[in-house]
């Protein structure tokens, strides 16, 4: 399959920690532009009535990674996507904006049955994606 139109390379990992240290030394060492999107957004969002923030997010995440300056963005502590209240389709988002802005963006979460799997079962947050369906690069990342 030809991944050419979405320019996104997603890091698969359980250990953020591990994975914070590894994307921080490829930006650096690339010369990419880290973004912690958890905080980056946090930042825009909390200015904004809790309820009212669905309406302003993807303007504030075009703001942060589609209209960055910077031609590729390391985009790490990406959580906030998948908070319900937000209404994000977290994966999507990020493939939409990839069409734009070459990334490499890290998700926690774990790799299955050919599956990218979020949360738990059962919990608010919980989401899987075939990967074969997804349209760009999933990689694992493993500590060490």
């Given at each position: 399959m030809d991944y050419n139109y979405y320019k996104l390379i997603l890091l698969v990992t359980g250990?953020?920690?591990?994975?914070?240290?590894?994307?921080?030394?490829?930006?650096?060492?690339?010369?990419?532009?880290?973004?912690?999107?958890?905080?980056?957004?946090?930042?825009?969002?909390?200015?904004?009535?809790?309820?009212?923030?669905?309406?302003?997010?993807?303007?504030?995440?075009?703001?942060?990674?589609?209209?960055?300056?910077?031609?590729?963005?390391?985009?790490?502590?990406?959580?906030?996507?998948?908070?319900?209240?937000?209404?994000?389709?977290?994966?999507?988002?990020?493939?939409?904006?990839s069409r734009y802005k070459k990334m490499i963006a890290s998700v926690r979460g774990v790799l299955k049955d050919d599956c990218l799997v979020y949360a738990r079962p059962g919990e608010e947050e919980y989401r899987t994606y075939r990967i074969k369906e997804l349209e760009f690069n999933v990689l694992k990342h493993e500590e060490g």
């Open positions: 250990n953020s920690s591990s994975t914070n240290k590894f994307l921080k030394k490829l930006a650096e060492e690339k010369n990419f532009h880290y973004v912690n999107l958890n905080l980056a957004l946090s930042e825009k969002l909390i200015q904004i009535p809790f309820e009212r923030r669905w309406l302003f997010v993807n303007g504030m995440l075009d703001e942060i990674l589609r209209k960055n300056e910077h031609e590729v963005l390391v985009v790490d502590n990406t959580e906030i996507l998948f908070e319900k209240h937000l209404k994000l389709e977290p994966i999507g988002t990020l493939k939409n904006i």
